[in-house]
């Protein structure tokens, strides 16, 4: 299986395959995404375009990992000229795991036994959400994150706002898709993602669950382009000054779910706003368990650690928590 990262010295922007120890860089592209429409051209299967540019050209990824030299990681997908043309997206109460959660998180004034709106479209899912070839399933629960510069890679900083409740990770695996420019869904590959979130403002209100969810997020620091995705585990921990204060043992994958990939896919890419040419879509595809949900309160400058199995290397971000302290927002009247 072909995993890929993208990386830059600070003037050049480069793509490289993982040939673990080293990167070995791919030439005459400068993105992923430069790849993937070539691809969708071509009719060539990405990972053979990757190995076949691949020069041999080596750097040590424990180096560029670590970021000792002057080369950095970046998100292992972007709208390179447009990042407003990255989607960045996501479907929730996916995973059996994650449901226990999201229900505590709702249950509110409802007595213990009625069952709150997260259970019953959980619940739709486990009835409805993998339909026969050919068929539609029901919808699953669908957000916005926001677009392509609200996208961070490994080692970047995940940013709770100065108006936010709070923060907290979700440890998941993300879709990452082009548009050829026939307007068909393309998918280029799987990243594992923390898909970022203020669980203290959605608990206040479920109805708060699209604000909730408008924040950055990260992918990577690879991508990979033909990995299996039937049961996929992985691990998650969070680490405060040094010392790992919490781990979970987490999994995903279509066994691990109750939504599959093509249903969740085809209730994405469904809307004509979705199949734009040219556009880039990041889907996140839920999480197995939260933090949140054991009383974690991430603070500043915790760092978040997601890896999952035969996804590279993991996943590592710092959290930074604005000064608390909302202020209005003036609108400047042009009439």
């Known amino acids: 299986m072909a995993r890929v990262v993208q990386l830059t010295d600070g003037t ?3 793509v490289a395959l993982v040939d673990e120890p080293a990167l070995r860089l791919v030439d005459g592209v400068s993105s992923i995404y ?7 051209e071509t009719g060539d299967a990405l990972s053979g375009l990757v190995q076949g540019r691949a020069n041999g050209h080596a750097l040590d990824y424990d180096e560029v990992y670590a970021g000792r030299g002057p080369w950095r990681l970046l998100p292992p997908i972007d709208h390179p000229s447009e990042p407003a043309r990255c989607i960045v997206s996501g479907t929730g ?11 505590a998180m709702h249950v509110g004034a409802q007595a213990a036994a009625e069952l709150t709106d997260s259970l019953r479209m959980f619940q739709a899912g486990v009835e409805r959400g993998r339909p026969a070839p050919g068929e539609v399933g029901v ?3 669908w957000f916005y994150k926001g677009v392509g510069t609200m996208l961070r890679g490994h080692d970047d900083a995940l940013v709770v ?10 440890a998941e695996i993300a879709g990452v ?14 990243a594992p993602g923390n898909e970022f979130s203020d669980h203290r403002f959605e608990r206040r209100n479920y109805l708060n669950l699209a604000g909730s969810k408008l924040r950055s997020s990260a992918i990577g620091p690879e991508l990979a382009l033909m990995p299996s995705f039937d049961t996929v585990p992985g691990e998650v921990w969070i680490e405060r000054r040094g010392e790992r204060i919490w781990t979970r043992a987490v999994a995903s994958g279509e066994s691990e779910m109750s939504h599959s990939l093509r ?15 040219g ?3 990041v889907h996140f595809f839920g999480a197995h368990s939260l933090s949140f949900g054991e009383g974690i309160t991430l603070e500043d400058g915790d760092v978040v650690g997601i890896r999952f199995d035969g996804f590279g290397r993991p996943l590592r971000n710092t959290v930074r928590v604005e000064p608390a302290g909302d202020r209005p927002v003036d609108v400047r009247p042009l009439g």
């Not at 706002?161 to 979700?170: H, I, L, N, Q």
């Not at 249903?263 to 706003?273: G, Y």
């Open 34 to 40: 430069e790849l993937a429409m070539l691809a969708t």
């Open 279 to 281: 556009d880039v879509h």
């Open 93 to 103: 109460l996916t995973h059996f795991g994650s449901a226990r959660d999201r229900n």
């Open 263 to 277: 249903n969740i896919e085809h209730h994405h890419f469904k809307f004509d706003a979705h199949r734009r040419p």
């Open 12 to 14: 050049t922007r480069r």
């Open 177 to 190: 898709y082009v548009i050829g420019r026939d307007g068909t869904p393309c998918r280029i590959g799987l």
């Open 139 to 141: 919808a699953p629960e």
């Open 161 to 170: 706002p100065r108006f936010a409740e709070g923060g907290g990770e979700e």
